[in-house]
């Protein structure tokens, strides 16, 4: 963040409609996404605890939150209204009825990659996956991934339920709302983890203000001086969201018209509005808005907030031929950055307080807020299956099975890069009363390493209970075209 100390306004050169203004100060937060950047000017007029609400919408109960990305690659927030409820009993009283069998409740539903591979490449002869292949059978969450040597079974196990898509197009089960595991979503992360493919891609995204634009910023705070008054507010938020500009969406190790992409874009951003109050979260996180004292924050830091992977979560069987996948999944950590007055970034060894303990709170609260705000369920999802893909070709379980991916690893005969790739991003810009510093927090993304999951050094020892969840399950009445059961 940028801060200035009211002791230095007279090194600054103010605008002149500034001079005359009463002592006041405003608290401004600039936010690009990922991106928060902060400065202070002077107050001489005791202001007052508070806030504005800037341009930001706190996201209602009756709304379906969410983004879009247009045809030119601009992601923009956008919420769906069912006041009364009523599309959505609808379409959950259509999926009830069309489901069958599989909309039934399981504590663990069995999925064979091997026999879902052959399925979609027969199903791809005669019109496209099916419903329960497309949403691999209501999985909700990855449990278990087993290996059965006798049948060549590699097996993917965890909890699933019927399931309905929401007016906002995202699809959760009936009845806890976790979204569903895609098969698009997989095929994304067998292709990254591909067998005889690279062991240690990093799987990425990141949403950037250009150097360009915080020069521009620096410049722009420059120009109006630090002494402000009620009213200006206005001027310092369209003067940051005009400055900074566009920001940089970068995706790496998935191609970014994917739908994976797009739940690591949107689950980043809406992490970011949470942190500086322009979207209010389902659960008790503090956000950085709240936490931040501008007197422990260096006067040019930059926070960097982005997702990562509990890496250390994996109980691997000793035989290695199962795996449990333990806890939450996800952590968000944090490091400051500095800003030159030509928009260079460099990392500093030193964590703010508050950004700290708003990372540790979010981490803290993310089981919880997978269940309540679908986005970062499917973040969990995602990198679930980004590791169960790394483990099996860790393993080198392809070729255990004598299996290749099939129609899932090749994009001209299952397309999953089908959406208009994110590439900018507009400035979303706060407003509000706190201390004597105009603080807009920069920087951030998601960065999966899943083969450091399942790594020797980061994996757990087996107590027993891995090895005998994977005995219990029976695969040798089977029907050979059955790739799920329970």
Sequence with gaps: MFLFD?????????????????????????????????????????????????????IGASEFAGVAVDAEGVLQRRAVNDPTG??????????????????????????????????????????????????????????YVFYYPETKDIVLAGPAEGWVETPDGRVVGFETGRPVMLLEDLAAALRTFAPGGKKNPLVYCSIDPTPEGLARMQQFLSQIGRQIGPGDEQFIVDGLRESLGLQTITVGGVPASTHFAQVMVEADYRMKLIGIGLEQPPVNILSFVALA??????????????????????????????????????????????????????SVAVQSPASRKFTQSFTKMYGELAERAPVYGQLRNCIDLLVAAAFIQQHDWY??????????????????????????????????????????????????????????????????????????????SLPADRWWWD
């Design 6 to 58: 009211p002791s230095e306004v007279a090194m600054l050169r103010a605008s002149s409609w500034l001079a005359s203004l009463r002592h006041w100060l405003a608290c401004v937060l600039a936010m690009s996404s990922m991106a928060l950047a902060s400065t202070a000017f002077a107050q001489t007029d005791g202001g007052t605890g508070g806030g504005t609400g800037g341009t930001g919408n706190t």
């Design 86 to 143: 009523q599309l959505m009993r609808t379409r959950l009283e259509q999926a009830e009825a069309t489901l069958g069998d599989v909309a039934k409740s399981s504590e663990l539903r069995k999925v064979s990659l091997t026999r879902l591979i052959a399925a979609v490449g027969q199903a791809l002869e005669n019109g496209g996956p099916d419903e329960e292949m497309r949403h691999l059978a209501g999985l909700t969450r990855i449990r």
């Design 293 to 346: 004292n501008p007197a422990q924050i260096a006067r040019n830091a930059l926070q960097r907030w982005y997702f990562v992977p509990d890496y250390k979560r994996i109980k691997v069987a000793a035989d290695g031929l199962a795996a449990e996948f333990v806890g939450p999944g996800v952590k968000l950590v944090g490091e400051d950055e500095v800003v030159s007055e030509h928009g260079g970034r460099q």
């Design 399 to 476: 070729a255990a099975a004598g299996i290749d991916l099939g129609a899932l690893g090749d994009e001209q005969a299952y397309s999953i890069e089908t959406y208009n790739a994110p590439k900018q991003v507009a400035t979303a810009v706060n407003s509000m009363w706190k201390g004597r510093r105009l603080m807009t927090p920069v920087g951030g993304g998601v960065e999966i390493r899943a083969s450091k999951a399942v790594a020797a050094e980061n994996t757990l020892a087996d107590d027993g209970s891995v090895a005998e969840a994977r005995a219990g399950i029976d695969l040798k």
